[in-house]
């Protein structure tokens, strides 16, 4: 409201002359005045997180489903959104039961959302029937076609990865089976989602074993040569990409190297190969040993989702989520929830959001994106996690200030800088700071 953006924007300015009286000249709001800086960057909509949309399962141990998603997309710098298909009591054991709602009840959440909130991105999970999987592409085709009638729909709700049918980008995760092997779809699901929602997708997410259901083949998927010619198939079902994902190859390698009791193992990677029908893509990761991968599928499609919704092509979306992943996973070996099978991770491991008061037109965006910028050595600065402390001595032996000296840093890959400067005024020591966060602030916007 505007009360809210005149009362913040007071009180950012009442703290900056504060600052200034006090010597400090015209000062970033740091982390003394960022209670007041904050609440003026929201109140001034400096950053508008996407909203996403996410169609599927409540899982009540919080690992996957609706939960996993509305995390997901949190952390990736979009604004979550759900409709539930169907409830399920579950934990790290198992699932215990299984509810779904009236397809009735269904349609309110959807047209509530739609009616109001015009998502950029939907991602659909657990479709537990046939005509839950037809009512969702019923109902996303009759907003495609409201928001093509719509006045000005040409600059509407178009981000990339959008339909030639007029549909916001659509990730399909064709879930079917719970991590502890529970059923979370009839049979007759396959047959729904290949006729009815795989052709409006922007793309579809299956694992091994949800691609050989969607093929209704018997010859399992053991080789990166099948999950090629697996893609290939999948997409002449009308979807504009496929990706299928390798985790499953990476656990039988793994399996394989512990019955062989391996003192070396070799490093396992996990590969993932996207077919939009020209090219296919690899996007190979460490496999990360670890328990703690109840939710993999339902976290990557989100972050697929996501990605796409700031604008993201498919190919780039996929690296986007891809990388989030990875990292989330590697952050979460420690974690120890439940006893059994189905061990949930952190969503939030391994990341910090871009401060909006330092860089307030940069995107909220907690995944390494592949156009971050590079290193001259080729480094990726999300990558490695690089912590320089600065020294005034070091500095003056070698004939530096201490913004060439940060410069250099941050050329050479450093991702965080402390400013280590005991015997220098005030005065001069903020200013010398204002000058070092510029550098970040360019690094940011390359």
């Keep these: 409201s505007s009360s809210l953006r005149s009362t913040s924007a007071a009180a950012a300015s009442r703290w900056q002359q504060q600052q200034q009286q006090r010597g400090y000249g015209s000062v970033v709001p740091m982390r003394s005045g960022l209670a007041a800086a904050s609440l003026a960057a929201a109140a001034a909509g400096v950053t508008c997180p996407p909203p996403v949309l996410t169609i599927a399962g409540s899982d009540s141990g919080g690992g996957a489903g609706i939960q996993a998603d509305l995390k997901t997309i949190m952390a990736n710098g979009g604004f979550g959104m ?5 409830l399920t009591a579950q934990n790290s054991t198992g699932v215990q ?3 779904i709602p009236p397809q009735s009840f269904l349609e309110q959440q959807l047209d509530s959302v739609f009616g109001d909130l015009q998502p950029l991105a939907v991602k659909t999970g657990m479709l537990p029937d046939a005509a839950t999987v037809q009512t969702v592409a019923r109902k996303l085709q009759q907003y495609a076609a409201a928001a093509a009638a719509r006045p000005g729909s040409s600059s509407g709700l178009v981000p990339s990865g959008s339909s030639s049918r007029g549909l916001v980008p659509l990730v399909v995760d064709p879930v079917m089976i719970s991590t502890s ?3 979370l779809a009839e ?3 396959g047959d729904a989602l290949r006729q009815c929602l795989i052709p409006l997708a922007t793309v579809i997410t299956p694992n091994l074993a949800e691609a ?7 010859q399992p ?12 198939a999948l997409h002449k079902l009308g979807c504009q990409a496929v990706l299928i994902k390798g985790g499953h190859l990476a656990q039988q390698q793994q399996l394989l190297q512990q019955q062989q009791q391996s003192s070396a193992a070799a490093a396992i990677e996990a590969t993932d190969i996207l077919y939009d029908g020209q090219r296919f893509y690899y996007y190979a990761a460490p496999y990360i ?16 989702a996501t990605a796409l919704a700031h604008g993201q092509s498919p190919v780039e979306a996929v690296q986007s989520a891809k990388d989030y992943l990875t990292t989330v996973l590697a952050g979460s070996k420690g974690l120890g929830l439940g006893a059994g099978p189905q061990h949930p991770f952190h969503h939030g491991a391994g990341f910090s959001r871009v401060d909006p008061i330092l860089n307030p037109k940069a995107p909220v965006l907690l995944n390494p994106s592949p156009k971050a910028p590079k290193t001259p050595d080729g480094l990726n600065p999300v990558d490695l996690r690089m912590y320089v ?22 050329a050479g890959g450093a991702t965080v800088v402390q400013l280590r400067e005991k015997d220098i005024d005030g005065g001069d020591f903020v200013r010398e700071a204002t000058a070092v966060i510029q550098v970040r602030a360019l690094l940011n916007q390359s």
Excluded: P
């Design 97 to 99: 039961a299984v509810h």
């Design 82 to 86: 759900s409709a539930l298909s169907a």
């Design 212 to 218: 050989q259901v969607l093929l209704g083949s018997d």
């Design 187 to 189: 049979g007759s699901v």
């Design 221 to 232: 998927i053991e080789t990166l040569g099948d999950m090629k010619a697996a893609a290939a």
């Design 181 to 183: 092997g529970h059923a």
């Design 289 to 304: 040993r670890t328990d703690n991968t109840h939710g993999t599928g339902c976290t990557l499609a989100a972050a697929i």
């Design 389 to 410: 402390v600065t020294d005034s001595g070091c500095n003056k032996r070698a004939g530096k200030t201490l913004l060439q000296a940060v410069q250099g840093a941050v």
